[in-house]
């Protein structure tokens, strides 16, 4: 977790020079430079907020996070930054093509990371309470913005995370809403989720729906994800080649469980597109 809030940090600090940059490169514009010193005000309250997490992680133990910043991710926002400082040493950005590349920024996978972040140490201190209420108020301001340019409503609707023609039936069963609400911001672009806080709630699912995907934790109460994956496998053995666990304690007894039936099982924290690829042979098989 240290090790995020170190990378989200780093990353508010590049979106702040990005706000700040644009705001001189359409100084002539009052209106759009306006939005964009706010915007820059409003990121650098984010690194100072990612900077009071990194502080207030010194004095406590290290814990694994449900995600890690894979390669494809970092590259993806870092390449962003760098070609867009590169269009405005170059005059080549225009008014829309600046719409667009904030669209794509604050939809990209930084803010999911961010919530996920801040609601977890919400749970630990009161002091990232706010925040995590900041951050959508912040990417809902920006939208509305967006929406009042003529091509404004037509970018957010490209950029939105909107599922595919054919659409897949995800069925996320975890315990904790903050990793439940995160797992469906990273697959929601791959079909229609649903979530069960434990096996229990996730049998009476199954028999209302099919799903092609089954994202399970393992420990949870009332029924933990191993023994709903038996008792689900009773119903119908055909469920079984559509499960995927994740735990953050992968001991050898649970591997041979999970060799033994033939199941994936991701150890926390995975990297992003691990567990979009994993997600995906799922569905698509």
């Known amino acids: ?65 449900l995600i890690t910043i894979d390669k494809e991710t970092d590259d993806k926002i870092i390449n962003f930054f760098k070609e867009i400082k590169s269009g405005f040493e170059n005059k080549t950005v225009s008014e829309k093509d600046l719409i667009e590349k904030i669209a794509e920024l604050e939809l990209s996978e930084w803010n999911d990371v961010f919530l996920y972040t801040v609601n977890t140490l919400k749970d630990e201190s009161s002091e990232f309470a706010f925040p995590a209420e900041g ?48 797992l469906m911001a990273i697959l929601n672009r791959k079909g229609n989720i649903d979530i069960a806080n434990n096996g229990e709630e996730a049998l009476k699912l199954l028999e209302e729906k099919d799903y092609k995907l089954i994202l399970s934790d393992i420990d949870m109460p009332v029924m933990d994800g191993m023994t709903f994956f038996q008792e689900a496998v009773a119903r119908d053995p055909e469920v079984r080649s559509r499960f995927l666990f994740m735990t953050g304690r992968l001991s050898p007894e649970r591997q041979a469980f999970f060799d033994e039936n033939g199941v994936k099982c991701l150890e926390k924290p995975m990297g992003i597109k691990v567990l979009r690829d994993e997600s995906s042979k799922i569905i698509l098989q």
């Open 135 to 182: 951050i959508q108020t912040h990417i809902k301001r920006i939208e509305h913005f967006i929406e009042t340019f003529e091509y404004g409503p037509e970018i957010l609707k490209k950029m939105a995370e909107l599922p595919p023609v054919w659409v897949a039936n995800i069925l996320i069963v975890d315990d904790e809403q903050t990793l439940a609400d995160l």
């Open 1 to 65: 977790m240290k090790d995020m809030v170190k990378w989200l940090r780093e990353v508010e600090h590049l979106a702040c020079e990005f706000y700040l940059r644009a705001a001189t490169y359409f100084a002539d514009d009052p209106r759009l430079k306006k939005f964009l010193m706010k915007t820059a005000e409003e990121e650098s309250w984010h690194y100072h907020v990612m900077g009071s997490a990194a502080e207030y992680m010194l004095s406590k133990p290290d814990f694994v996070p």
